[in-house]
Structures are given as C-alpha cells and as structure tokens.
C-alpha cells in the first residue's frame, strides 16, 4: 500500500498570502493518479485537483498542482478568507490512500 | 448537476450491524464507479471500498480493516448505492461518505455524509 505524509501538518498564513503544500509518497504514484481535496468543518471534501495538476469543475485558478514520482505540491498564490481549511492529497494505485492533511489556518 | 444524499446512520452496539444507503440523481449511475469513505471524529478520511459500474464487472474492492465485515453493493435501476455494515466496532465510528469516481481514480461527487456511532 502507498503511504502519503503531507507536510506541514499546520501552515498558519494571512489572507493574500501564497501557500505551499507537500505530499510525498513512499513509492511512486502516477501523475494521472494524485488528486487533492479541500475540506471545511462540518462539509464533505471537495475535489480541487485531478491528474495531479488538473482544476476540477469550478475551482479557481489561484489553485495549482505539480509534481511528479513522489512528491507532489498544491499551490494557492492568493488566500482568500475561504481558503481557509484542511486540504489532502490522495493516490489511486490499486487502491485508495489518503494522506492525513495539512491544516491552513489564519495567523 | 450531480447529487448524492447518505441515509441510514445511528447509534448501534458493537457487534451490530447497519446498512447505509446512498441515492444517486443528475449522473448517468449505472456508468459510474462508487465508493464509500469514512471520516472519524476529529481525524482523516480513510478509503472503505468500491464497486465498479456493472458494465466495467461490477466488482468490488475493500479496505483491509473493514473486509469481510463490510458489503457494497448497489441497484442500478434505482440509482442506489448501499454499504451493509456488519461486527461493528468502536473504531468504525465515522462519517460514512459515498463518493463518484473519476476514470483516473479521484472523487469527483461527495455526499454530505451519515453518521455511524458504535457505542454501548
């Protein structure tokens, strides 16, 4: 099973700011197979990006994803106040993982 | 535009069972690959299992801690999806979300998920 660690676990930011998220992989993943989630208290997740670097329906183009292999990085250039949340990445190589979230929140 | 809606959460003893049912609308169903996830309390979400579309086998697949205790299955013909849930444990006390699958394998659709509590 593919084990995904996200760094950091909290990144604690100011609205305008640029976020950098990472999730690593313990073995290699297709890029076909990385998508990332935005998640609020109380909602269900939402998907934000596919395919490793795809938008999905509706997301804003302050959101982007890259990487390759093993590491895989989303990217948010402006925080927006609802940008604010927990936000995974997740593998799709046989079965399904999800890494344990990386928390942004304003400082 | 897509829809799921969960139903069938509740407080159940260890050892019961539930079945939890997922009603699908604004998506072409019986093409669709399934899946539920769950979310405890306060932590991440985790993979329970899927079932392929029938044209694709039909098949499904499971997470190791819920295998042989949890069942998929789904009813084309009422754009339904179901997770029968048996040998509760403490340690299945989550939000059970159905979600759609995308052909590259994310989660395109989420419901808004039901509530299982295992507690005696």
């Known amino acids: 099973e593919i084990v995904l660690t996200q760094s950091p676990g909290t990144l604690s930011l100011s609205p305008g700011e640029r976020a950098t998220l990472s999730c690593r992989a313990s073995?290699?993943?297709?890029?076909?197979?990385l998508a990332w989630y935005q998640q609020k208290p109380g909602q269900a997740p939402r998907l934000l990006i596919y395919?490793?670097?795809s938008r999905a329906t509706g997301i804003p183009d302050r959101f982007s994803g890259s990487g390759s292999g093993t590491d895989f990085t989303l990217t948010i250039t402006r925080l927006e106040p609802e940008d604010f949340a927990v936000y995974y990445c997740?593998?799709?190589?046989?079965?399904?993982?999800f890494g344990p979230g990386t928390k942004v929140d304003i400082k | 535009e897509g829809q799921l809606v969960e139903s069938g959460g509740d407080l159940v003893k260890p050892g019961g069972s539930l079945r939890l049912s997922c009603a699908a609308s604004?998506?072409?169903?019986?093409?669709?690959?399934m899946n539920w996830v769950r979310q405890a309390p306060g932590k991440g979400l985790e993979w329970v299992g899927r079932?392929?579309?029938?044209?694709?086998?039909?098949?499904?697949d499971y997470a190791a801690p819920v295998k042989g205790r949890f069942t998929i299955s789904r009813d084309d013909s009422k754009n339904m999806l179901y997770l029968q849930v048996n040998g509760l444990e403490a340690e299945d006390t989550a939000m059970y979300y159905c979600?759609?699958?995308?052909?590259?394998?994310?989660?395109?659709?989420w419901g808004q998920g039901t509530m299982v509590t295992v507690s005696s």
């Open positions: 979600a759609w699958e995308r052909p590259e394998g994310s989660f395109e659709l």
């Open positions: 997740q593998q799709y190589g046989g079965s399904f993982t």
């Open positions: 073995q290699s993943v297709r890029s076909s197979y």
């Open positions: 395919g490793a670097s």
């Open positions: 079932i392929k579309s029938r044209p694709g086998g039909g098949t499904t």
């Open positions: 604004g998506f072409h169903f019986t093409n669709a690959y």
